[in-house]
C-alpha cells in the first residue's frame, strides 16, 4: 500500500526550504557572502544581521544561505558519483555469475566495512581539499551501498515471471538488464539516492570542519562551525545557525528518503 | 581554531627566537594585583594532594627533546628549561652569563675565550667541565648528527680545552652573529660521554628542569633539577606541560582552573579573553614578522611596480585588526621595532597610487593570480582573506589556496612553487638571521630575489663589528627592502600569554621560548 | 560454519592488504618533506637531505611498503617520523582512550534506545513512539561534532561540571571518564537514534511472527512473550547494526577528539595525515581497520549461531 505520509511531507519540505535557501543565495549580489567589514565583526543577532556577524563583520545569514549551495553541490555530486559507480558494479555482481559476484561483493563488503569518514578523510587528502574533491571523495564511499543495493533488487526481481517471459521472448540480457531489471530497482535507488544526500551533507560538514572540505572564503556550514570555534566565549551564537542548517538539511533529505520508501517500496517497511 | 592544527608548530622561522636586542619588557596590562585568592586550583586535575604543580598548556606535541636535532619551537621551548647555553639573556635581550661566566674575543676576532662557571652538574649529577662544551659542539658540528642549525655556528674551527673551566673556540673569521647565536636553545650544552641517541628521549642538561615524563598528545612532565646551579630556582617542583591543541579548549580550560598558564596566545584568543575576570593578561612585542612573500621570479611579479602596487594597496591596519585583533604592530621592513637595528620604513596605503602603478606595469585592469596559505595557522589564513579583499579593490583577483603546513614547506618554500602566500618569519637575537633570507645565495631565498647590493650589505655586516657602523649597514639594507619590496612586509606580533591570578613571575624572553624556572604560584 | 569463517576471515584479510597498500600510495602523491617538517623552517638544506636518506625515503614505493609489510607481519610496524617512537607502542598509549570513548558512547546509545526503542514497539503509534521516532530522526540528522561544540559550550564553559578537554591520562581514573562524559554523549547520540528505530522495527516485526503469536493463543502473558521471545528475536538485528557501528564510532572518533582535544587514535590519524608520518599512518589504518573487522566478524558468528534457532522458530 503506498501512501503519502508525515516523512514525506515534512522531508519534503525541508529539503525544499534547504534548495530554496541555495537559490535565494545565489540571487544575493556576487560576493555578499564575502564582503568583510571588521568594525562590525561578532555582533549578535539583530537587526541588520538577524543571525550577527563572524570576525570579518561578514553576515552570518548571507554565509549560510551560500553555505546552502555548497552542501547540495557536494551532496548532489556525490549522489551522482555513487550512482554512476554503485549501480553498474551492483549490477555485474548480479548478472556476471557467481565467480563476479564474489569477487565485486566482498569488495565492497570491505569499503562498506571500513568506516566512510575515514575513507573520505583518505581520499581528500591525496586528492587535496576543495568543494570538487570533497564531492568525489565522498562519492566514492557512497558508491558499496548503491552497490549492494542494485545487486540485491536484480537478484529478487530476476526469478520473476515477467522477466523471464522478456528473456523467453528473445531480448539479449542487456535489454532485459535495462528494460526490465533495473527499472524495477528505481524506487528503491530513489530511496537510498536520498538518504545518501543527507549522509553526504554530514560528511561535508565533518570534512569542512576539520578544514579539509570547503576552503575559505567559500562559505560552508562546516567551515563556520571551525571558525565558531575560535569565539565562543563572546559570540556564541556563531556555532547555532550552522549546525541547526545543517540538521535541518540532514533531517529533510532523510525523511524525504523514508517517506519515498513508503511511497515507492511499501513492502520493505515495516 | 581547530585540531588539524594539533600539529607541532615547527616555527615559522624555523626557530625560535626574537628579536635582535629586544625589549620585551613584560608589559602586563593587569599583572599587578598579587591579592585576589585562587579560586580554581581547587579544580585542577592531575595534581598529587599537596605537590604544587604549574599546569601550563602547550599547542603540540615536542619533536624530541634534543635541541641538536630539530628547530621545532614546541621542542626548544621545553628544552630551554632542561638545558643551559654559555650565554644567555635578558628580558631586553642582553646577553648574560650562563654557564659561562665571563668570556673574551681576540683582537683578531678570530679566538672566542669562555671560563666556565664551577659546581655546575648535568641532571645526571656529573659535573660540568670544558669536555661537555667541547663534545657538545663537536656532535653539533658533525654532518652525521644532522642538526638543522649547525651552519650558524660553522665558523667554529677547532675547540681547545686548555683546563677543565677553560674554553677556546678556534673561528674561520669574524661573525658578528655567534655570541648571539650561542644564546640560542640550539647551543645548549649536552653532557659528553653519554650516548647521544638517548638525548632525544632523556636529555640530560644543567638547567632548572628534567623531564620526568612525557605522554605523546597528552603531556610533558618537568620536575625541578635538584642540582640546579642558581640558588632558590626553579620556584615550582612541577610542571605539567599539557598538550592542548584546540585554541578554544585551551581558554575553556584556563577558564576551569584546569590549566593555570597559557603561553602563546594568538590575536583571536587574548580578545576572548580580554576583560574576563579571574585571568592575567602578559603581553611584550615579539619578533615575528608577518609577510605576504612574493614569487620575483614569476610574471607579473618579477615587475617592481607591482610589488610596489601590492604594498601600497595593503592597508596593514586591517590586517592588524581582522587577523591580529590588534595585538600586532604594523611594519615595513624585516626587522622588527624592538631590535636596534630597525629603521621604520613608510607604510603608505595608496590604492589610487597602486592602480596607476599597475597600469603603468601594463595591468590597468589587475590580474588574476593565486594566493597560498598554510592552514596550520589561522591567522595566515585570516590575513590572505583580508589581503585578497583588499587587492580585489585595485582588481587583482587572488584565488585563496589553503594548504598543508607540509604541503607548504615542501612546496612552496623549498621547491619555490607558488605566486604569493603569508607567512610569519622568527627574527633571533641578531638582525642577521631575519635579514639574511632575502640574500639569493640563502638556501630558502624562496622569494626568488636576487639583488647584488642587498647581498654585499648583509656578507658586510654579518664581518662588522663595530655596531654604529653595522647599523648603518643594515640601514641601507632595509631600504632596499622597502623600496624593491621583495615581500609586502606586514606586521610584528605581540607575545601574549595568559594566567590565573594566582601566577607571578612569567616574563617574555625575545626567543620563543617558555621561561618556567622564574614563576611563582601561591 | 568453519568454512564460513575461514573465507570470512580471507576477505578480511584481503581488504587489510587493499587498505595499507592504498594509504602507502595516498600519502606517496601528497606534497611533503617530512625532514623538513621535523628539522623546521631554517634546516640546512645537506641536513634536510641527510634526514630524508635516513627515513628510507629514498627507495622505490614498492620496496617500502613490501619491508612494512613484512614488518608488520611480524609485529613490528615501524617507527614514528615525528615522534620517533616504535608506532605499536605509539598505538597502544592512543587506543585505551579511544576504546573507552567508544565503550561509553556505545553504552549511552544502548541505554537510551532500549527502553525507547521497545516502549515505541510495544505501544506502537502511541505517544512515545512518535516522539521516539521524531527524536530519533532529529538525533540522527545533528553532526556529532556540533552537539560536542554545543555541550562543551554549555556543560563545560558555561558551567564547569566537566573539563572541556586535555584528557588527565588514565593515573587519575575518575577525572579521565568524567573527560570523556561529554564526547561519549557527542559520539553516542546519533548511534542511539540509528539503535532505536532499528530495535523498534525489529521487535514490532518480531511480535508479529507466529512463535510470538502461538504463544499468546497459548495463555502467555503480553509481558512474558516480550521478554522471552521478542526480546530474543529482537536481539540480532541491532548486533549486527552494531558490528557496523563500531566503524561509525571509530571513525566518529576523529572529529569528536578533534573537538575535545583528547589524545585518541582519531587524532593520531590527523595528526599523522598532516605531518605526513606514514608509519604512524599505516600503523592507525591497520588498527582501524582489523577492529572493524574483527567486529563484523564477531557479529557474524554470532548471527550464525543465533540464526537457525529464530529461523526455524519463525
Same mark, same amino acid.
Not at chain 2, 437 to 443: D, E, G, L, N
Given at each position: 500500500m503506498s501512501r503519502v505520509t508525515a516523512p514525506l511531507l515534512i522531508g519534503g519540505a525541508l529539503a525544499a526550504a534547504v534548495v530554496a535557501a541555495a537559490v535565494a543565495g545565489t540571487a544575493l549580489p556576487p560576493g555578499a557572502a564575502l564582503a568583510m567589514h571588521i568594525p562590525h565583526r561578532l555582533l549578535p543577532p539583530g537587526p541588520g544581521h538577524p543571525f550577527g556577524t563572524d570576525q570579518f563583520g561578514r553576515d552570518q545569514l548571507t554565509r549560510i544561505l551560500v553555505g546552502a549551495q555548497a552542501s547540495l553541490e557536494v551532496a548532489l555530486v556525490a549522489t551522482a558519483v555513487g550512482l554512476l559507480a554503485g549501480v553498474p558494479l551492483g549490477a555485474a555482481a548480479a548478472m556476471g555469475g557467481r565467480r563476479w559476484d564474489e569477487v565485486l561483493m566482498r569488495l565492497t563488503d570491505g569499503m562498506y566495512a571500513f568506516p566512510a569518514l575515514l575513507l573520505a578523510l583518505m581520499v581528500v587528502t591525496a586528492l587535496g581539499p576543495g568543494l570538487a574533491h570533497t564531492a568525489l571523495a565522498i562519492g566514492i564511499v557512497s558508491a558499496p551501498p548503491f552497490a549492494r543495493l542494485t545487486r540485491a533488487r536484480l537478484l529478487e526481481l530476476r526469478p520473476l515471471e515477467y522477466v523471464e517471459a522478456a528473456r523467453a521472448s528473445g531480448l539479449g540480457p542487456w535489454q532485459v538488464l535495462l528494460r526490465h531489471l533495473l527499472p524495477g530497482a528505481y524506487g528503491a535507488l530513489a530511496v537510498q539516492a536520498s538518504a545518501n544526500m543527507g549522509g553526504a551533507i554530514l560528511v561535508e560538514a565533518a570534512l569542512s570542519y576539520l578544514g579539509l572540505g570547503v576552503q575559505p572564503p567559500q562559505p560552508s556550514w562546516g567551515g563556520m562551525l571551525n571558525d565558531a570555534q575560535g569565539f565562543?566565549?563572546?559570540?556564541?551564537?556563531l556555532a547555532l545557525f550552522p549546525g541547526l542548517a545543517i540538521t535541518v538539511a540532514v533531517l529533510g533529505f532523510n525523511l524525504l528518503g523514508d517517506g519515498l520508501s513508503d511511497l515507492l517500496e511499501p513492502r520493505t517497511r515495516g | 581554531m581547530l585540531a588539524v592544527a594539533a600539529l607541532t608548530l615547527t616555527a615559522c622561522g624555523g626557530s625560535a627566537a626574537t628579536a635582535p636586542g629586544s625589549t620585551a619588557a613584560s608589559a602586563s596590562a593587569s599583572a599587578t594585583s598579587p591579592a585576589s585568592s585562587t579560586a580554581a586550583s581547587a579544580t585542577s586535575t592531575g595534581t598529587a594532594a599537596g605537590a604544587r604543580v604549574l599546569n601550563v598548556a602547550i599547542a603540540g606535541d615536542p619533536i624530541g627533546f634534543d635541541p641538536y636535532l630539530t628547530a621545532a619551537a614546541n621542542t626548544v621551548a621545553i628544552t630551554w628549561n632542561i638545558y643551559d647555553q654559555l650565554v644567555t639573556v635578558d628580558a631586553q635581550g642582553n646577553l648574560k652569563p650562563d654557564l659561562a661566566t665571563s668570556w673574551s674575543l681576540s683582537p683578531d676576532g678570530r679566538t672566542l675565550t669562555f671560563h666556565l662557571r664551577s659546581g655546575v652538574r648535568f641532571q645526571d649529577g656529573h659535573t660540568l667541565t670544558s669536555a661537555d662544551v667541547k663534545a657538545s659542539f663537536q656532535r653539533m658540528l658533525n654532518p652525521a648528527t644532522k642538526d638543522p642549525d649547525a651552519s650558524d655556528y660553522k665558523v667554529i674551527t677547532a675547540i681547545d680545552t686548555p683546563n677543565a673551566s677553560t674554553v677556546v673556540m678556534h673561528l674561520a673569521s669574524y661573525d658578528a652573529a655567534l655570541l648571539s647565536d650561542l644564546a640560542l636553545p640550539f647551543a645548549a650544552i649536552e653532557p659528553a660521554g653519554v650516548n647521544p641517541s638517548t638525548l632525544k628521549s632523556k636529555p640530560d642538561g644543567t638547567g632548572p628542569y628534567e623531564l620526568a615524563s612525557y605522554t605523546p598528545g597528552q603531556d610533558v612532565v618537568l620536575k625541578a633539577n635538584p642540582y640546579y646551579w642558581q640558588p632558590g630556582l626553579p620556584h615550582i617542583p612541577t610542571v605539567d606541560l599539557k598538550i592542548v591543541p584546540d585554541p578554544s579548549t585551551q581558554i575553556a580550560d584556563l577558564l576551569a582552573g584546569s590549566i593555570d598558564l597559557l603561553p602563546g596566545l594568538s590575536g583571536e584568543q587574548a580578545s576572548q579573553l580580554k576583560g574576563q575576570s579571574g585571568v592575567k593578561i602578559s603581553q611584550a612585542p615579539s619578533g615575528n614578522i608577518q609577510i605576504m612573500a612574493i614569487n620575483n621570479a614569476r610574471k607579473p611579479f618579477n615587475d617592481v611596480r607591482v610589488r610596489q602596487a601590492l604594498s601600497l594597496a595593503i592597508n596593514r591596519q586591517a590586517v592588524v585588526q581582522g587577523a591580529w585583533f590588534g595585538y600586532a604592530t604594523p611594519v615595513? @621592513? $624585516?626587522? %622588527? %621595532?624592538? &631590535?636596534?637595528y630597525y629603521v621604520a620604513q613608510p607604510t603608505p596605503y595608496d590604492p589610487a597610487q597602486a592602480r596607476k602603478l599597475l597600469a603603468e606595469a601594463g595591468y590597468p585592469n589587475g590580474f588574476a593570480s593565486t594566493i597560498d596559505l598554510p592552514s596550520l595557522y589561522p591567522v595566515h589564513v585570516q590575513t590572505g582573506q583580508i589581503i585578497a579583499a583588499e587587492l580585489a579593490k585595485i582588481g587583482v583577483q587572488l584565488k585563496l589556496n589553503e594548504v598543508e603546513w607540509a604541503t607548504w614547506l615542501s612546496q612552496d618554500y623549498a621547491k619555490r612553487d607558488y605566486n604569493l602566500t603569508v607567512i610569519s618569519h622568527t627574527g633571533r637575537l641578531d638582525p642577521d638571521t631575519l635579514l639574511?633570507? $632575502? @640574500? &639569493? @645565495?640563502? %638556501?630558502?631565498?624562496y622569494e626568488n630575489y636576487s639583488n647584488p647590493t642587498y647581498n654585499r650589505l648583509i656578507a658586510e655586516g654579518r664581518a662588522t663589528a663595530d655596531v654604529a657602523k653595522r647599523k648603518q649597514i643594515y640601514a641601507q639594507a632595509q631600504k632596499i627592502l622597502a623600496t624593491d619590496v621583495p615581500a609586502v612586509f606586514l606586521d610584528v606580533s605581540d607575545n601574549v600569554a595568559a594566567m590565573l591570578p594566582s601566577v607571578s613571575g612569567w616574563q617574555w624572553l625575545p626567543l620563543a621560548v617558555d621561561q618556567l624556572a622564574q614563576v611563582q604560584m601561591r | 560454519m568453519a568454512r564460513f569463517a575461514a573465507v570470512r576471515a580471507g576477505s578480511a584479510a584481503l581488504t587489510l592488504l587493499v587498505m595499507t597498500a592504498v594509504t602507502f600510495v595516498v600519502l606517496q602523491v601528497l606534497p611533503g618533506n617530512p625532514a623538513l617538517l621535523i628539522l623546521g623552517m631554517g634546516a640546512d638544506p645537506s641536513a634536510v637531505a641527510r634526514v630524508n636518506a635516513a627515513l628510507g625515503l629514498n627507495q622505490p614505493l614498492p620496496v617500502r611498503y613490501g619491508l612494512w609489510l613484512w614488518g608488520a607481519l611480524h609485529g613490528n610496524l615501524g617507527t614514528s617520523l615525528q615522534f620517533g617512537q616504535p608506532v605499536t607502542a605509539l598505538l597502544l598509549q592512543r587506543l585505551p582512550l579511544t576504546m573507552a570513548l567508544a565503550v561509553l558512547a556505545a553504552s549511552l546509545a544502548l541505554l537510551i534506545a532500549l527502553p525507547l526503542g521497545l516502549l515505541a514497539a510495544v505501544r506502537r503509534g502511541g505517544l512515545i513512539d512518535v516522539l521516539s521516532v521524531a527524536l530519533a530522526q532529529i538525533a540522527a540528522a545533528i553532526p556529532a561534532f556540533w552537539l560536542g561544540i554545543i555541550v562543551l559550550l554549555a556543560f563545560a564553559v558555561r558551567r564547569h561540571w566537566f573539563p572541556a578537554g586535555s584528557f588527565p591520562g588514565w593515573s587519575h581514573p575518575l577525572a579521565a571518564v568524567a573527560a570523556l562524559v561529554l564526547p561519549a554523549v557527542a559520539l553516542g547520540a546519533g548511534r542511539a537514534a540509528v539503535l532505536t528505530r532499528l530495535l523498534r522495527q525489529s521487535v514490532s516485526e518480531a511480535m508479529r511472527q507466529d512463535f510470538v503469536r502461538t504463544a499468546r493463543s497459548k495463555g502467555v502473558s503480553p509481558r512474558r512473550i516480550l521478554w522471552r521471545h521478542a526480546l530474543r528475536a529482537a536481539a540480532i538485528a541491532p548486533l549486527t547494526v552494531f558490528g557496523l557501528q563500531v566503524g561509525e564510532l571509530l571513525a566518529g572518533s576523529i572529529v569528536i577528539e578533534s573537538v575535545f582535544s583528547l589524545p585518541g587514535l582519531g587524532r593520531l590519524v590527523l595528526y599523522a595525515i598532516s605531518t605526513r608520518d606514514l608509519p604512524t599512518l599505516e600503523g592507525c589504518v591497520l588498527l582501524i581497520a582489523t577492529l572493524v573487522m574483527l567486529a563484523n566478524f564477531a557479529v557474524d558468528l554470532l548471527y550464525a549461531v543465533l540464526d537457525p534457532r529464530i529461523r526455524s522458530a519463525g
Open positions: 565562543f566565549l563572546t559570540s556564541p551564537w | 615595513g @621592513t $624585516f626587522l %622588527p %621595532p624592538n &631590535s636596534p639574511v633570507r $632575502f @640574500t &639569493s @645565495t640563502y %638556501p630558502y631565498d | -
